[in-house]
C-alpha cells in the first residue's frame, strides 16, 4: 500500500482487492508511527475516517460508489470542516471549530473521499517555509546527501506537501495565493494544480488575501491531481467570484500529448542568478517537450519584475481587511483587558504570529489616508499590466513552460532573517497568482545535492486539460520515481 497512487488505490478498492477500511487503517498507523517527524497534521481525525471507511466499503459493495469513494485525503487546516477543529495554524483559532463545511471539501464527500485529518501550514497561509505556524514548523520529508539537516518543506501548503511526499496520504488540498501550492509541491517531489482563478470555490476557506486564494489539489502524479481537481471544482452560489461554466473530465485530457502545441519560454524568468541545476532542468523540460511534438517559442512578459511588489501590496492589504474580523469579539481566542481597546490590542498580540502581524501592519499602512493611491491603487494598474502580459503571450503560444522555485528547499537554520529574501521564494510563481491564470508544478530531477527540483506549466484561463496534457508528457518523459528518506515506505 505504500506505494499506490490515488488512481491504482481507486481501482483495486474498485476491484475489491483492497477494503477502504484497511487503505484508511494503513494510512492512520502510518500518520502515528511517523508523523512526529514531519509534524504535516494539526489534528487527526481518526474515529471519523474509520466510520468513513466503513461507509465507503458498503457502498464499494453496490454499483452506486461515487468517484473517490474510500480513499483517504488530508485537508489544509485552511477549510472549515464541520464539526472539526479549524484553526488556520494560528493560535488566534487554536479552539475553533466550524459548525458548516467548506464547499469544496462538500464536494470531496459528496465523491466519497475519506478524511484522515487537518495538514499543517504557514500561519493564515502567510510564508513560503511553514515555519511560522502556531502549532510547529513542519519538517520535508527529504534530506540532502548524506546529511541528517531538517529541511524546510515550503509553504503556506507544507504540512500538505509533506505528507503526500512522506506516503501519509493518497493526496490532499492545498491553498494557493502567490504559490504555496506550486512552491512546497517542487520543495517536496510531488504535483499541484493551481487551478484558474473562480474554479474552485472560496466558501468556507479562510481568507488570507480574497482576490488571489485559490484552492486545489497535491498529489504524487499528474493522474491523481486530475482526479481531485474534478471533484473540488465546480460553480458555487456562495461565492461571488465563483465562475460558472462546466467542470471538464480532466483526466480524458492526460493522454492528449502536446503534438502542434506552442510552449513559451519567457526570457525573464531566467536571471543571472539562476542556479546552475535549475537552468539545466528547464532546458531539459524544453527538450521533452520539443520532442513529444510541441514548438518552442520565445516570449516576453516584460512586467514580470514588478510581479513580487505588486503581490505584496495587493495581497497584504487585504490580509489587513480579511483579518480585522479576529478580534476576540466577533471570532477568536479571547484575552481579556481593562478597557476595549486594550482587548482588541492583547488579543491580537496574543493571537498572531510576527509573520501575520508585520504583514497586518504592511497592509494596512498602503490602505492609509495619502498612501492609497501612491501604492495599492498603483499595484492594482500594475497588475492589469501583468495580466495583459500573459494574454498577449497566450496570443502566441499555448503553454508556458518555466521554474517553478529558484532553489531547492533549504535548511530550517538557513531561513532568511530578512523578510523580503524569504519573500524571493515566490518570484516564479506570483505573476500567473496576479493574472489569475491556472498554474502547475511537477517534479522533473534532483539537484547536485539529490534534492527535488520542480517545472512550472502556466497556461490560458480555464485551460487546465491543456495543462494536464503537457504536464503528463513532460511526467513521462522524466520518470521521476524518487522518495524521501523519510518515507513510510521504508518502515514497513
Known amino acids: ?78 477549510f472549515c470542516t464541520n464539526g472539526v477543529r479549524t484553526t488556520a495554524s494560528s493560535n488566534i483559532l487554536r479552539n475553533f471549530v466550524p459548525p458548516y463545511e467548506s464547499t469544496v471539501t462538500s ?67 492545498g491553498t494557493d495565493t502567490g504559490g504555496s501550492i506550486r512552491q512546497p509541491a517542487a520543495f517536496c517531489g510531488i504535483t499541484g494544480i493551481k487551478p484558474t482563478y473562480g474554479r474552485c470555490s472560496r466558501f468556507g476557506t479562510i481568507a488570507f488575501a480574497s482576490s488571489l486564494d485559490q484552492a486545489g489539489p497535491m498529489a504524487r502524479t499528474m493522474e491523481d491531481c486530475a482526479i481531485l481537481l474534478e471533484s473540488m471544482a465546480g460553480f458555487d452560489p456562495k461565492d461571488s467570484t465563483s465562475v460558472d461554466r462546466p467542470v471538464p473530465r480532466y483526466e480524458d485530457a492526460l493522454e492528449r500529448g502536446v503534438k502542434g502545441l506552442k510552449v513559451g519560454i519567457p ?40 510581479g513580487l511588489p505588486t503581490y505584496y501590496i495587493v495581497a497584504l492589504a487585504e490580509a489587513s481587511s480579511n483579518l480585522a474580523r479576529y478580534d476576540g469579539v466577533r471570532f477568536g481566542e479571547r484575552v481579556d483587558a481593562g478597557t476595549l481597546d486594550e482587548l482588541y490590542e492583547a488579543t491580537r498580540h496574543a493571537g498572531f504570529g510576527e509573520e501575520v502581524r508585520r504583514r497586518i501592519l504592511m497592509g494596512t499602512y498602503v490602505l492609509s489616508s495619502g498612501y492609497y493611491d501612491a501604492y495599492y491603487l498603483r499595484a492594482q494598474k500594475v497588475r492589469t499590466l501583468i495580466q495583459r ?76 486539460e491543456t495543462l494536464f496534457a503537457a504536464g503528463r508528457v513532460m511526467e513521462k518523459a522524466a520518470g521521476f520515481t524518487h522518495k524521501p528518506a523519510l518515507h513510510a515506505g521504508a518502515f514497513a
Open 1 to 78: 500500500m505504500h506505494d499506490l497512487t490515488l488512481a491504482s488505490a481507486r481501482k483495486a478498492l474498485r476491484e475489491r482487492r483492497l477494503s477502504a477500511v484497511e487503505l484508511t487503517d494503513h494510512f492512520l498507523a502510518s500518520i502515528r508511527k511517523f508523523d512526529g517527524e514531519i509534524n504535516s497534521f494539526v489534528t487527526v481525525t481518526e474515529d471519523q475516517a474509520r466510520a468513513g471507511a466503513r461507509a465507503a466499503d458498503a457502498l464499494l459493495a453496490t454499483d452506486n460508489a461515487p468517484s473517490l469513494c474510500g480513499l483517504p485525503l488530508g485537508i489544509k487546516d485552511l
Open 267 to 306: 526570457r525573464e524568468y531566467r536571471p543571472d542568478t539562476l542556479p546552475a541545476d535549475i537552468a539545466a532542468l528547464w532546458d531539459q523540460g524544453i527538450a521533452w517537450l520539443r520532442d513529444a511534438g510541441a514548438e518552442i517559442v520565445d516570449v516576453s512578459l516584460p512586467h514580470t519584475k514588478y
Open 389 to 464: 502580459d500573459f494574454l498577449n503571450a497566450f496570443e502566441k503560444v499555448d503553454v508556458l513552460l518555466t521554474p517553478t522555485a529558484p532553489s531547492a528547499a533549504f535548511a530550517h537554520s538557513e531561513r532568511p532573517t530578512d523578510p523580503v529574501q524569504i519573500y524571493l521564494n515566490d518570484i516564479f510563481t506570483v505573476p500567473a497568482s496576479m493574472a489569475g491564470v491556472p498554474a502547475l508544478s511537477l517534479p522533473a530531477g534532483l539537484d547536485h545535492d539529490g534534492l527535488p527540483l520542480g517545472l512550472q506549466l502556466i497556461g490560458r484561463y480555464f485551460e487546465e
Open 107 to 173: 464536494n470531496l464527500l459528496a465523491d466519497g473521499a475519506i478524511f484522515l485529518g487537518k495538514m499543517n501550514l504557514d500561519e493564515f497561509a502567510m510564508g513560503s517555509t511553514n515555519m511560522t505556524s502556531a502549532f510547529g514548523p513542519v519538517t520535508n520529508p527529504w534530506r540532502r546527501k548524506n546529511s541528517d539537516v531538517k529541511l524546510v518543506p515550503g509553504g503556506s501548503s507544507g504540512g500538505s506537501a509533506a505528507a503526500v511526499a512522506a506516503g501519509l496520504a493518497l493526496g490532499t488540498t
